[in-house]
């Protein structure tokens, strides 16, 4: 094992927007079995250091590729791209009033007559929205020409404001069913 590969390589997956999930989770069960520091308790100093490394790079890598979103954005580090939070502003303004939109939609769920039906078609609408999104991603970075970065990057900002809004909706029904 290389402590230098990209995560793909690391999974033996090809690089791309889309992982077969349970691909991955069976990838991750043999990569862990093999490095896990149980198997080296009784190992040298190197060879137990190694083996958490390797754990830690293994569980980190796995975690980027079981997220549609930490993909994305490791799929344009690799290329060469930075995500950071001050370019947000590249969002177009609909794209950010639609955000507003849904935000107060969901302060307002609680006063709804089924609320937890609300926040489901929300989910829904939001869910909606991300997997249009990831195909968007997916199509720009087929393109594989550097005109098609800019763009991608704006989509993965637009699927982070997506995610966040999804762990906001999942808050809300937390609160909802601890009544």
Avoid: W
């Amino acid at each position: 094992m290389n402590l230098k590969q990209n995560y793909f390589e690391l999974f033996n997956l090809p690089v791309s927007s889309q992982v077969d999930q349970d691909d991955l989770s069976g990838r991750y069960r043999e990569l862990q079995y093999t490095v896990h520091p149980d198997r080296f308790a009784a190992g040298t100093d190197h060879e137990q250091r190694l083996s958490l490394q390797y754990t830690t790079l293994i569980n980190e890598a796995y975690d980027v590729l079981g997220s549609d979103l930490k993909r994305c954005i490791y799929l344009l580090e690799l290329k060469g791209v930075e995500i950071s939070d001050t370019e947000k502003s590249a969002v177009e303004p609909a794209f950010l009033m639609q955000q507003i939109e849904l935000r107060e939609a969901l302060d307002d769920v609680s006063q709804a007559q089924n609320p937890l039906e609300e926040l489901e078609n929300m989910r829904n609408q939001v869910n909606s929205i991300l997997f249009t999104l990831m195909a968007d991603f997916t199509a720009l970075l087929a393109d594989e020409s550097a005109s098609s970065l800019k763009p991608a990057t704006t989509v993965v900002y637009k699927m982070q404001y997506m995610t966040k809004l999804i762990n906001e909706i999942d808050v809300q029904e937390e609160e909802l069913l601890d009544y």
